[in-house]
């Protein structure tokens, strides 16, 4: 059965960067696009991106442009996602979840790392 | 980028009652349009995928329906463990918008 573990909570200062992975199993990770969302407490979902592990081709939401970077290592499935020049307000729950196309429903979902950033 | 508007936010409602739960898309979006269920404390589970598509697993009791800019989310009769946030969500383009959520509460 397809799971996504993500790795565990972080807690960064503002201005620091963080790391999130994402490891996949029970099925072909580089067949298959990896999306992040984000969700800030007690608020809703905002997608901040997607991956091909297999092309390696990746689409930003524009306003993440230039902190965030999605990679993936199709040798251990994983993907990565790294957000950087952290501020309070990216204090939020991140998720991945697989897709088979890019413009897919998101079918399962990753349990989520939650990244406090507080100086 | 395209806003999705939920209606209502939150809903009160009883076990055993019947509840819509309405999308609009600020443009059209065609079908791609999903429905996400979420419980505290955990990830979004899928319950509708293209606007009508029951999500494997998930019982009948739920039903999608629309196209173009307005979709409608039917709990025909709910059950204890219907009461979470739903979601709706277009992949039409991105970035990916989701609506802002609605809360079923008891």
């Known amino acids: 059965q397809v799971q996504l573990v993500q790795s565990g909570a972080e807690v960064k200062k503002p201005g620091a960067s963080v790391k999130v992975s994402c490891k996949a199993s029970g099925y072909t990770f580089a067949g298959y696009y990896i999306q992040w969302v984000r969700q800030a407490p007690g608020q809703g979902l905002e997608w901040m991106g997607w991956i091909n592990p297999n092309s390696g081709d990746t689409n930003y939401a524009q306003k993440f442009q230039g902190r965030v970077t999605m990679t993936s290592d199709t040798s251990i499935s994983t993907a990565y996602l790294d957000l950087s020049r952290l501020r309070s307000d990216d204090t939020a729950v991140f998720y991945c979840?697989?897709?088979?196309?890019?413009?897919?429903?998101?079918?399962?979902w990753g349990q989520g790392t939650l990244v406090t950033v507080a100086s | 980028d395209i806003q999705m508007t939920q209606s209502p936010s939150s809903l009160s409602a009883s076990v055993g009652d019947r509840v819509t739960v309405t999308c609009r898309a600020s443009q059209s979006i065609s079908n791609y349009l999903h429905w996400y269920q979420q419980k505290p404390g955990k990830a979004p589970k899928l319950i509708v995928y293209t606007a009508s598509n029951l999500q494997s697993g998930v019982p009948s009791r739920f039903r999608g329906s629309g196209s173009g800019t307005t979709f409608t989310l039917t709990i025909s009769t709910l059950q204890p463990e219907d009461f979470a946030v739903y979601y709706c969500q277009q992949t039409y383009s991105t970035p990916y918008t989701f609506g802002q959520g609605t809360n079923l509460e008891i």
């Open positions: 979840a697989e897709t088979q196309y890019s413009d897919d429903s998101f079918d399962y």
